[in-house]
C-alpha cells in the first residue's frame, strides 16, 4: 500500500513539475547596451532601443539587436524554433520557405540587412530544420513574415475621439488576439521596440526579433495595427510585398493618418491576404479595409477603402455610436464582401463591443475605454465563440492616446499561459 | 464550428456513461474481492480479445489525439484549440477520454474475471 501511495505522490510531483512555470522568474537579466542598441528588463517586457542616429548601418543594427536579445534571453532561439514548428507543420514546412522566397525580393533593403544581421547572432546558419531548436537565416525570415505566409492574426479594435472622447483628442485601444504558443514563446520575447532615426522614430509593441509592425506608431502621433479578415480568396505570394513590413515603412516615411493610409492602399494589391489596417492620428480613427482579391456586395466590390465613424455599412451591420470606430475581423464597408453575418466569432464581438461602449455614455473616458477593451463574462472565454473582447488567446491589449503620447499595454504576464481574469495595464514612456 | 451546446452536452452524456462504468466497476472489484469472481486467461480467446479490445481503444485514443487536426488543420497544438476554442471542446475531449479509458478497463475485468461455480476460490 506504502509502495502505491508512494508511486502516486511521485506521479503527482512530476505533473507539478511539467506544469511549472515556463520561465525561471528567479533568474536575473541583465541589462543590454551596446552601440546603438539598448534592452532593458522591464519585468513582464523588454524595453528595446534600435537608435539609427547614432550611425550604425541596418547589418550592424540587426547584428547587435541579435547579440543583445541572446543575451537578454538565452532561449530565444528555441523558442521560436518551436513556435515556428507549432504554427507550421512538417508537411507546409518546406513550402513555406519558398513563399518566402517569394516576398524577399520585395522587402526594404534595410530590412533584409536588419533581418540578416540579427540572424549571423544565432545558430542555426542556412540549414533550415524543423525544431531543432535553432533559428535559421530563413527561419527568421520566416517568423517575420509569418502574418502574410500562415496568417492567423485575430484582433479587435476600438476608438473614440472629438466629442466622444473626454480628453477631446483620440483614444484608441487595440486587442492583440494571436496564438503565443504552448510555451508562451511569444509573450517571453514581447517588447516595446522604438527605432529612433534621425528624421522620424518609431515604435513598436511587438516582439524581439520581429521588425514589421503588428502594433505601431511614429513620432508624428500616427497609430497603425493590423487585423486579419480573411475573404476566401485564394492565396498567392508570388512577385508580393509583406504587410506588416510596409506598414513599418509607412510609419517611418509618413507624418499624418491619411497619408499612411495612402502608402499602404498604394501597395494593396501587391499583398499576399486581405486585411484590416486600423489608424488612428490624434483627431480621429479610420480602418483601412483591404480586400484586393475578394468580392462585393449589393453590386459593388469595394477593393480597399477607409472606413470612419460615419461609413455606410453592409444590410445587417450597424453602429450607433458617433465619433468613435471599431473593428473586429471582418469587412464592414458598404459593398464590401460580408465575412461578417456567418461568423460568430466576428458577430459576438461586435455586438459586445457596441454594448460596453454603449454603457459607458457618450464621453469615454482613457479608464472607461479600457474596461471596453478588457471586457470577458467574468473570465477570459475561448477566443471563437465566447464573444469575448479580452480572451484566452489576447497577447496585448494597447491603449494610445496620440496627442500626449500616453501609452498603455497589458502584456500577457510571461510566466503564465492563462490571462488572469483582469488584465493589468502598464504606463509605457515612450519617444523620451 | 462546432456548436459549444452540442460539445457541453456530449461532455455530460460522456460523463454519466462513465459515471455509470465506475459504478459497475466497483461493484465488479467487490466482488472479486469477496472471492466470487476469478481471473481466467482463457487461452488463445483471452488473447485475441485482448489484442482487438486494446487495438480499438487504441484507435480511438488516437483520433482522439489527432482531433485538431480534423478540427482546423494538420498539426494544431493543443493549446491552440484550447484558447481558440470552441468553448466545450477540451471539456468534450477529456470527458470522451474518461469514458473510453473507464469502458476498456470494465470490458477487460468484466471478460477475465468469471462468476466462481461451486464455492469460493480458496476453498478450492
Redesign the interface.
Known amino acids: 500500500m506504502k509502495k502505491v501511495v508512494g508511486m502516486f505522490a511521485a506521479f503527482a510531483l512530476m505533473l507539478q513539475m511539467g506544469c511549472g512555470p515556463a520561465k525561471d522568474t528567479l533568474a536575473v537579466k541583465p541589462s543590454f547596451e551596446e552601440e546603438g542598441v539598448s534592452i532593458v528588463d522591464r519585468g513582464n517586457y523588454f524595453d528595446v532601443t534600435l537608435d539609427y542616429t547614432t550611425g550604425l548601418t541596418p547589418r550592424r543594427m540587426g547584428e547587435l539587436f541579435g547579440k543583445a536579445i541572446l543575451q537578454m534571453e538565452p532561449e530565444y532561439e528555441s523558442l521560436i524554433d518551436s513556435y515556428i514548428a507549432e504554427n507550421i507543420n512538417k508537411n507546409d514546412y518546406p513550402g513555406s520557405f519558398s513563399r518566402v522566397e517569394d516576398l524577399k525580393p520585395q522587402l526594404e533593403q534595410s530590412y533584409k540587412e536588419e533581418i540578416e544581421g540579427i540572424a549571423s547572432a544565432f545558430s542555426g546558419g542556412n540549414e533550415n530544420k524543423r525544431a531543432d531548436g535553432k533559428l535559421s537565416l530563413d527561419e527568421l525570415y520566416l517568423f517575420n513574415l509569418l502574418p502574410d505566409v500562415a496568417r492567423g492574426t485575430q484582433c479587435s479594435f476600438i476608438s473614440v475621439f472629438g466629442e466622444s472622447s473626454e480628453t477631446k483628442s483620440t483614444i484608441s485601444a487595440r486587442i492583440l488576439d494571436w496564438y503565443g504558443g504552448s510555451k508562451n514563446q511569444l509573450p517571453r520575447i514581447q517588447g516595446v521596440i522604438t527605432i529612433k532615426h534621425p528624421q522620424k522614430s518609431i515604435c513598436s509593441i511587438g516582439y524581439m526579433g520581429y521588425i514589421g509592425i503588428i502594433t505601431g506608431l511614429n513620432d508624428s502621433k500616427v497609430f497603425a495595427a493590423i487585423l486579419d479578415s480573411q475573404s476566401g480568396a485564394p492565396y498567392s505570394s508570388e512577385g508580393r510585398r509583406s504587410y506588416p513590413m510596409d506598414l513599418r515603412y509607412a510609419l517611418e516615411t509618413q507624418d499624418t493618418l491619411d497619408s499612411a493610409a495612402e502608402f499602404m492602399k498604394e501597395h494593396s494589391e501587391q499583398h499576399t491576404i486581405n486585411y484590416l489596417l486600423a489608424f488612428s492620428d490624434e483627431k480621429e480613427s479610420k480602418v483601412l479595409e483591404n480586400n484586393f482579391s475578394g468580392t462585393g456586395t449589393n453590386g459593388k466590390e469595394v477593393r480597399c477603402e477607409l472606413r470612419g465613424w460615419d461609413s455606410k455599412l453592409n444590410d445587417g451591420i450597424t453602429w450607433e455610436m458617433k465619433n468613435a470606430v471599431g473593428s473586429v475581423n471582418s469587412f464592414m464597408l458598404y459593398g464590401n464582401k460580408d465575412n461578417y453575418s456567418d461568423n460568430k466569432c466576428n458577430t459576438k464581438r461586435w455586438e459586445n463591443m457596441k454594448a460596453e461602449l454603449g454603457k459607458m455614455g457618450p464621453v469615454v473616458t482613457p479608464d472607461e475605454l479600457k474596461e471596453v477593451a478588457s471586457f470577458n463574462g467574468g473570465s477570459p472565454g475561448a477566443f471563437l465563440d465566447s464573444g469575448d473582447l479580452y480572451n484566452k488567446m489576447t497577447l496585448q491589449i494597447v491603449v494610445y492616446q496620440p496627442e500626449s503620447f500616453e501609452l498603455d499595454v497589458f502584456f500577457r504576464p510571461q510566466e503564465s499561459r492563462k490571462n488572469p481574469d483582469k488584465p493589468v495595464f502598464e504606463k509605457i514612456q515612450i519617444f523620451n | ?1 462546432i456548436d ?1 451546446g452540442i460539445l457541453y452536452s456530449i461532455a455530460a452524456g460522456c460523463w454519466a456513461v462513465a459515471l455509470l462504468i465506475a459504478v459497475l466497476l466497483v461493484l465488479l472489484i467487490s466482488k472479486i474481492a469477496g472471492g466470487k469472481k476469478r481471473f481466467k486467461a482463457k487461452g488463445i480467446k483471452g488473447i485475441i480479445v485482448f489484442l482487438i479490445a486494446t487495438a480499438v481503444a487504441g484507435y480511438c485514443a488516437y483520433y482522439i489525439y489527432h482531433l485538431p487536426d480534423t478540427l482546423y ?3 494544431t ?4 484549440v ?6 466545450g ?1 477540451m471539456e468534450a475531449v477529456m470527458a470522451l477520454s474518461v469514458l473510453i479509458g473507464a469502458a476498456y478497463i470494465y470490458a477487460m475485468v468484466k471478460f477475465y474475471f468469471v462468476k466462481i461455480s461451486g464455492g469460493t476460490y480458496k476453498e478450492r
Open positions: 464550428m459549444s488543420y494538420y498539426g497544438p493543443w493549446a491552440m484550447e484558447e481558440i476554442g470552441p468553448s471542446f
